[in-house]
């Protein structure tokens, strides 16, 4: 604006201030027409975009501002408000920020379009924000900031535009440049760095002891430092900590999601002018700083002739050498799909270069790349590298600590990977790391790091999905997260389960319904480095610790700041594994306990220690029998065999039971016989609740809960002739928990809860009623459990606190039976509870693949919806119930279904679908003689046609029904049917 300018508006304000207007006054008086002006010119302006975005779905929108209140509050808030509102709407939605259409796609068939073409190429200009960060790195380059800096394109866009085929060129010139960095063999030879990175950050970790800490802190320093040695070549003796490099990357993302999400920050020059804009400038100044200083370092190394090349030569003949796929790195090569990061390129089959290392010596003369592109590269690696790999790592750590039972199975594998050896991973061990990399698909399936993707529409684009045509001028969303979490793709898809990525659930998936790397020609250029990185690091630390969570998944907080991550953190208990010098090597142990006449015990425990149990001397079968100095001679054995184990070894393995076993049977022995227990089993904790935590408990024989039950029952005997009550407190209301926990498992199961029952009624006497809250209840709880164990368990869980989810965990029959004992008692009185918990049974069922289940559960579906007046529903159940049962050919099933139909039809007063239903149920009974639904079918045909009026039809049926009734000796029908059809015959009207 010239100077004039001011000048103008300052006279006009001192005018109208002479003439008594204020200067309020006259600036909304200026400001009210523009925004008028400004929104009619919109409107005539993007008249072709307004009309095809009328017929895309989407929330309504306001004037102007479009649904930019939507992103009001916090980052989790917006998160969880954006997802509700997807779900109101199918697969393609609508979004207006301010003047900018943005269209969300969660298809498939409507994702390849986009990433597959190279039309649409170009990312979106919402990633212009990253500008001052990355500049025009692989991350936001568009085909015309790759031709010409964004300044000088309005005076070469002509010139330009007369080579088309120029157009983009340059762009994939530069990943034709990069992507040989990422190769396999390059990869390969950074294997000792990512062992020797994810080891040292154990150690870390190891010092957080069994605190509660955020493990995306570590990850996030630790992939920064692993990028620096690997991709940028920089020694760990010369780099800083790359902790403040991933603070300031933490804090950036965050400044970049609100000038996402706040409309007001977009504007540059109104951003510039507030404190994120502020700080946005600090923040560079510490990744830049990182960045120029590992460049000018590496630049010194060139000049004084130190090339970091990678000979890959003698890899060439390797077992796995001419294999140039990473498994499960990216989705589509199961099915023989490849990339560009497959096919060799032309720069030399012998010497390739790390990645700066190679943009260092392009850029020498500034002839393929200039020293403003080499760091721009050099600041999106970090960034593409970093924060998506520690949010990813994170994220799979999460889901260890919340699905204990999974995580079990990883560091099985392991195990068997590496047995009792701490030697670091070789690229062919994380080749057989199968089930590890499911886990970690999964977790990039359920929780993508890069949540959403954004592409620039410059024509107009017709959608596969729907009928709708996205307009020239919008941005399109792909939802990376929504559209991993389609039903219809992936069978309960907000459940955990590393079995979607088993290879014949891949093979007929599409291509784009997986897509946490991005795909077609812009897909991520290091997603075979992150996985592989991935791999090592994350297979090292379960190889050392054990991954707990206390929050729920279900109770987890998100947040996409760029990033997808946790509001609440990714806080973590780590509990320790024996480490290199504490373990016990297999050979030694099975070699002395063979020396004193010990013999294998438990299957295959001589060549696997780990996760089952040392081995017993043979007489410990016959120990009951044992006397005197047989007994005292297994113990001194048992005990010379502990010195080669640590404590925590001990704990690991199963020593203090089996001490605990014989010390029982001496009188005397019982308190250090409980306390071997104590230690064992965990019993500070919630026995309850960390039962399946327990190592005893995950793989247990029915001899080794046996010998524990007894061993406490004997132990408590005993105490209860020389000790007080008071001080057997703790152990009584164990033992009450624990028979409850018997109760509610498997069948096989049942016995050891009897047994166990009678200690837990000695126990109960032993409580002291002013120290333990309601034992008489406690008591009564059990009493009812034994009386009838499998109708009350259910309740009896329940009362107690006890999670349906931890103690029917492996046990979907008995969950099954609980849920509907629970809805038939519930029914009456609480329909909608009934209800909730009918729809848990049918799935229960469905899991078991019992017909006569799913029947049952269907029809108890029916009444529940009938009992909340749900008629429409319980139709459809009942429905699926005919269907059912006429597939398995059950007879009395078919005429119940139709006798439920004929029921529901009438409360909606259909009157002819009820007699029809009625007529198939006596017609169905009648071919295959089932004489009690006959007469159930006419004595419920007569009622009907008794309340329409038609009582000669009424009479008849009744009568029939009476006949047969009499006929069955049914006495309590007969008498009913009797008096009905004496109302028939005698009144005019029902």
Known sequence: MSTAGPQIVAASTAAASASGFSATTVFLSLFIPAVVLYFIYFRLSRRHMLELAEKIPGPPSLPIIGNALEFLGSSDAIFQNVMKKSEEFKDVVKLWIGPKLIIFLIDPRDVEIILSSHVYIDKSSEYRFFQPWLGDGLLISTVHCLIKAYEDFLNIIITELKNDSNIGQKWRNHRKLIAPTFHLNVLKSFIDLFNANARAVVEKMRKEGNKEFDCHDYMSELTVEILLETAMGV???????????????????????????????RPDWLFNLTKYGKNQIKLLEIIHGLTKKVIARKKEEYKSGKRNVIDTSAQKNEKAGNTTVVEGVSFGQSVGLKDDLDVDDDVGEKKRQAFLDLLIEAGQDGVLLSDKEVKEQVDTIMFEGHDTTAAGSSFFLAMMGCHPDIQEKVIEELDEIFGDSDRPATFQDTLQMKYLERCLLETLRMYPPVPLIAREIKTDLKCASGDYTIPAGCTVVIGTFKLHRQPHIYPNPDVFNPDNFLPENTANRHYYAFVPFSAGPRSCVGRKYAMLKLKIVLSTILRNFRVRSDVKESDFRLQADIILKRADGFKQTLEAMAGKFERVERHDVVEFLKEKNCTDWSNSSASKLAGYTVNLPTKLKTLPQAQGTEINKVIDDIKAALPYITPKEVRRFHMPYHEAILLELKEEGYRESFDCLTE????????????????????????????????????????????????????????????????????????????????????????????????????????????????????????????????????????????????????????????????????????????????????????????VNDIKNALKSFSKLLALAKKISDVEGICNAYMELAFAHKQLNNNDYTEKHLRMCRETAENFGL???????????????????????????????????????????????????GISKGCPTF
């Open 931 to 981: 004489l009690d639904k006959l007469a159930n079918a006419h004595y419920y045909t007569g009622e009907h046609y008794l309340s329409q009026g038609k009582l000669h039809v009424s009479t008849s049926h009744l009568e029939t029904a009476l006949n047969l009734y009499s006929r069955l000796n049914l006495t309590n029908e007969a008498d009913r049917a009797r008096c009905i059809a």
């Open 680 to 867: 064992l089993l965990d019993f500070d904790e919630k026995i309850t609740e960390k039962m399946l935590g327990s190592l005893l408990w995950k793989k247990p024989s029915l001899k080794d809960q046996r010998d524990i039950i007894t061993c406490l029952k004997n132990g408590l005997i005993v105490s209860e002739n020389s000790k007080s009550k008071g001080d057997h407190l703790a152990e009584a209301t164990t033992l009450l928990d624990m028979a409850l926990f018997f109760q509610s498992k498997t069948w096989e199961w049942w016995w050891l809860a009897e047994r166990l029952y009678q200690s837990a009624l000695l126990a109960a006497k032993l409580i002291d009623n002013d120290d333990v809250q309601n034992p008489t209840e406690a008591l009564d709880y059990l009493n009812k459990a034994r009386e009838d164990s499998e109708n009350k368990v259910w309740n009896a869980s329940m009362k107690l606190g006890i999670r349906q989810d931890c103690i029917f965990k492996e046990c979907n029959i008995l969950l099954y039976k609980a849920l509907l004992i629970f809805v038939r008692e519930e029914r009456p009185q609480n329909p909608d509870a009934a209800l909730k918990v009918c729809n848990e049974a049918v799935t229960r069922a469905t899991d078991i693949g019992n017909t006569e289940y799913l029947n049952e559960a269907l029809h108890e579906l029916g009444k529940c919806y009938i009992a």
């Open 235 to 265: 020694s760990k003796s010369t780099q800083s900590s790359g902790f403040e490099y991933a603070m300031a990357v933490m804090k950036m993302c965050d400044i970049l999601h609100l000038r996402h999400t706040k409309v007001w920050l």
